[in-house]
């Protein structure tokens, strides 16, 4: 089983700057790709951005130039800094991780438990 932790969120004013951690932890013999989703409420969870083990990375449109995802492989964290915070970037932030737990085994998609973000105008 893998597990993942995320850290970081809370309140910030709009233009503050904000950094999300996340730690995968468990059994692991390959990480494929890491990365960040967002769901406000009445809206579809999103991908905000995502690192591959090769390196590449992708972002959401809407946070291009704000934010920058960044990973330490060997400690399977992955982290997500958030600048020039809107309102619009409120919601829940989930991590995940495709993961594959052993040897030979297909990589399974995992979440993280959430954390809030909120921004105020």
């Known amino acids: 089983q893998v597990r993942l932790v995320e850290s970081g969120g809370g309140l910030v004013q709009a233009g503050g700057s904000l950094r999300l951690s996340c730690v995968a932890s468990?059994?692991?013999?390959?990480?494929?790709?890491m990365g960040w989703y967002r769901q406000a409420p009445g809206k579809q969870r999103e991908l905000v951005a995502q690192?591959?083990?090769?390196?590449?990375?992708n972002y959401a449109d809407s946070v291009k130039g704000r934010f920058t995802i960044s990973s330490e492989d060997a400690e399977n964290t992955v982290y997500l800094q958030m600048n020039s915070l809107k309102p619009e970037d409120a919601a829940v932030y989930y991590c995940?991780?495709?993961?594959?737990?052993?040897?030979?085994?297909?990589?399974?998609?995992?979440w993280g438990q959430g954390t809030q973000v909120t921004v105020s105008s």
């Open positions: 995940h991780a495709d993961v594959a737990a052993q040897i030979g085994s297909f990589p399974y998609g995992y």
């Open positions: 690192i591959g083990n090769g390196g590449t990375i």
């Open positions: 468990g059994s692991i013999f390959r990480v494929n790709s």
